[in-house]
């Protein structure tokens, strides 16, 4: 049976598996915002439920043996560090706030090594680090501005990975200013948690280019804005 489908947990926006569409892979993305059921559009098969449903286990199930690549973006709500000062009130409120987060960041890692394809868990600076152990990796978006210029901001995100994942070079576009700080001050709003949670485009694109390409597809899927500063990195590295 044939890999080609990516796995997208708690994966509302896509961005990371926007390059395995674009280079002929299914997507399937599962996360409560998206409409119940499933629905598909294009490459992309959308489950609109927790990990934790019959609909979400039963479509995991039919596509294990196929699942070339797994992530796992875990809410970070009640374990990300920049939130400790009120940790003690959530705990006050319900003791097992951080058992439940947890249980949803297991879920992903179990998955990924059950698929025994490449996976990545994705989460900011993390109480995970201590429940589970030290990320594998850390990287800032503006470490890929190389991929896309426009990702030119600081999000220290840490990472836990398995089954062979790639980490991707840093590959930073000369001539930008210093990076901004876009996600610390994003106004409130409906959608501040989607907006401070997407995946940087740069580093979606980074890691195909470091992963996909072992699976047998296209190894560089690039939005147009990253083009010429490969091109010129390129050049210089075969001067």
């Not at 980074?206 to 939005?223: T, Y």
Request: include cysteine.
């Amino acid at each position: 049976m044939n890999r080609d489908t990516i796995l997208c947990l708690c994966d509302y926006s896509g961005v990371m598996a926007q390059p395995w569409v674009m280079a002929g892979y299914t997507a399937i993305l599962i996360d409560p915002q998206h409409p119940a059921g499933i629905t598909t559009d294009g490459g992309y098969v959308r489950v609109g439920h927790e990990i934790d449903h019959p609909v979400s286990w039963q479509v995991i199930r039919d596509h294990l043996p196929r699942l070339v690549f797994v992530v796992g973006f875990p809410p970070c709500t009640d374990v990300s560090l920049s939130g400790t000062r009120w940790w003690a009130k959530k705990a006050a409120a319900d003791r097992y706030f951080q058992c439940k987060a947890t249980r949803v960041a297991e879920q992903c890692q179990t998955i990924g090594n059950m698929s025994g394809a490449p996976w990545i868990m994705e989460n900011p600076m993390s109480a995970f680090s201590r429940i589970f152990r030290q990320p594998d990796h850390k990287f800032h978006p503006f470490h890929y501005t190389g991929w896309e210029p426009d990702d030119n901001y600081r999000k220290e995100t840490w990472l836990w990975c398995g089954g062979g994942f790639v980490m991707p070079p840093a590959l930073q576009a000369s001539g930008l200013d210093e990076p901004d700080n876009r996600i610390h001050h994003c106004p409130p709003g409906a959608e501040r948690a989607n907006i401070r949670s997407a995946t940087p485009r740069g580093f979606a694109r980074a890691v195909f280019n470091a992963n996909g390409a072992a699976s047998g597809c296209s190894s560089k899927v690039l939005g147009p804005k990253a083009e010429r500063w490969v091109q010129e990195i390129e050049q210089g590295a075969e001067a």
